[in-house]
DNA sequence: AAGCCGTGCAACCGCACAGTC
DNA sequence: TGACTGTGCGGTTGCACGGCT
């Protein structure tokens, strides 16, 4: 039997007080983040460790933006969506002053739904599944290395997940997914799959 | 006015993982 | 090397609130 994460007992749970807000930005502003666990008893706080670490990650942080996302923001949590999935931590920190949960809770009420109201898969951002069999121009981009690919033959077949939703396409094998985009500007620089890129550089050059 | 229901969001929970001893 | 600890992450829950009947 795993132990809690923290003693719960005689502990606050629930929303949190002002006074308790306070507190916690009063010891975080003089001492610093970190040692959660400790943090509580030396802040005079009734709260666990977690508690107080999400609760000044998520809400008291001075660099947070809060309110609405704007559009440019729900573009960029689409394509990050498609490509990285439900990493939100790591979809957070492509958009600055928003946390994890913000745009976790912002996918789940808005974004979803949108994208199925539009006929996309929320959870795989695709309509259907089609290979390259026509002549097609791919823009692959990577890192900072962006190649461009004319695929004219059946020789050149790739599998191709179409992503209407956010304009991009991306080439997958089994075991590795990296990204074709036909937005030149978004230079994610986020490369999985080593083994794939290199037959990327084979079929690119 | 009261009850119901859907929505949005803050907070909790359990698990995974990295670091340390 | 394995146990333990601290921290972070993603999924889920629960509450507040507003709209509708």
């Known amino acids: 039997m795993r132990k809690p994460c923290c003693e719960k007992e005689g502990k606050n749970k629930g929303a949190w007080s002002k006074q308790e807000d306070?507190?916690?930005?009063?010891?975080?502003?003089?001492?610093?983040?970190?040692c959660w666990r400790s943090l509580p008893d030396a802040a005079g706080l009734?709260?666990?460790?977690?508690?107080?670490?999400?609760?000044?990650?998520n809400y008291l942080r001075p660099d947070l933006k809060r309110g609405n996302f704007g559009e440019d923001e729900e573009d960029l949590i689409i394509k990050l969506h498609a490509l990285l999935g439900n990493r939100w931590s790591l979809i957070a920190g492509r958009l600055p002053g928003r946390?994890?949960?913000?745009?976790?809770?912002?996918w789940n009420t808005h974004l979803k739904r949108r994208l199925a109201q539009m006929g996309t898969d929320p959870d795989n951002h695709r309509l259907g599944l089609r290979r390259v069999t026509r002549p097609s121009k791919l823009l692959f981009v990577s890192n900072n290395h962006t190649y461009n690919k004319e695929v004219n033959s059946q020789?050149?077949?790739?599998?191709v997940l179409l992503?209407?939703?956010?304009?991009?396409?991306i080439i997958s094998n089994s075991t590795n997914i990296s990204m074709i985009s036909s937005v030149p500007d978004l230079n994610l620089d986020?490369?999985?799959?080593?083994?794939?890129?290199?037959?990327?550089?084979?079929?690119?050059?």
């Open 22 to 34: 306070q507190k916690l930005i009063d010891y975080i502003r003089k001492h610093g983040e970190g």
């Open 46 to 57: 009734l709260r666990c460790g977690k508690s107080c670490r999400l609760r000044w990650v």
């Open 99 to 106: 946390t994890d949960n913000e745009v976790k809770n912002h």
């Open 155 to 159: 020789a050149d077949e790739i599998p």
């Open 163 to 169: 992503n209407s939703a956010t304009d991009t396409e």
């Open 190 to 205: 986020l490369t999985i799959g080593l083994p794939f890129m290199e037959s990327m550089n084979q079929i690119c050059t």
